[in-house]
């Protein structure tokens, strides 16, 4: 692998890129907090599997949830952490030089 692949693959993070998590982070990204059960809603994904790629990111320290009670019911707030939300830009990034430009001229 050259210098130059290394360097456009240098943000690149597995642990975001498998589909689901990445959506979960760019949601969270864009919201600064959702509630579990929005989240579930908007990616269309059963609580368990939204509540697996939810541990897998919060153990690589990108996610955190703030529990309270809302309505007499217990309620989930995730939210990306700063580490998260910089993981995040990284594999963006990482993604766009892998892709190149999107402009054919350039």
């Excluded at 509630?35 to 541990?55: I, N, P, R, Y």
């Amino acid at each position: 692998m050259s210098a130059e692949t290394h360097d456009r693959l240098e943000g690149f993070d597995t642990t975001i890129h498998a589909p689901n998590r990445l959506r979960v982070c760019a949601l969270l990204e864009a919201a600064g907090e959702a509630e579990f059960g929005l989240v579930q809603k908007q990616l269309d994904l059963s609580a368990s599997a939204l509540s697996k790629h939810v541990t897998v990111l919060m153990d690589a320290g990108y996610v955190e949830q703030r529990k309270a009670v809302r309505d007499t019911r217990q309620r989930v707030w995730l939210r990306l952490t700063r580490r998260g939300r910089e993981a995040y830009q990284g594999h963006l990034e990482a993604l766009r030089a892998i892709v190149g430009p999107s402009d054919p001229a350039l």
